[in-house]
Nanobody, 119 residues
Framework: QVQLVESGGGLVQAGGSLRLSCAAS????????AGWYRQAPGKERELVAG???????TYADSVKGRFTISRDNAKTTVYLQMNSLKPEDTAVYSC?????????????WGQGAQVTGSS
């Protein structure tokens, strides 16, 4: 069973930076498309940033200009660089990726990483 593992979460003061990483337990998985989502307590999960197979990137309006999604050249790791963090960025951040399987498209999710922005 392929798993996605996020790392890099933590506690940071307002205005600080963190970088999240997402890698797969299988070396054969490629992040041709991927997304970073977050869910704050009492709120629905929302898309923070996404990158598709063509390299097109989208961001939530709330993070534009502060967050950057990227992947390494081998597409084995996806990153989320978060700058100028705000207390309202506090949430559990999860990565996902759609993968084509013989039975169809399967969406893999990571277990999530806590990001806390303190005021």
């Amino acid at each position: 069973q392929v798993q996605l593992v996020e790392s890099g979460g933590g506690l940071v003061q307002a205005g600080g930076s963190l970088r999240l990483s997402c890698a797969a337990s299988s070396p054969s998985l490629r992040f041709n498309a991927a997304g970073w989502y977050r869910q704050a307590p009492g709120k629905e999960r929302e898309l923070v940033a996404g990158i598709n197979s063509g390299g097109t990137i989208t961001y939530a309006d709330s993070v534009k200009g502060r967050f950057t999604i990227s992947r390494d050249n081998a597409k084995t790791t996806v990153y989320l660089q978060m700058n100028s963090l705000k207390p309202e960025d506090t949430a559990v951040y999860s990565c996902n990726t759609p993968q084509e399987r013989p039975w169809g498209t399967h969406i893999y999710w990571g277990q999530g990483a806590q990001v806390t922005g303190s005021s």
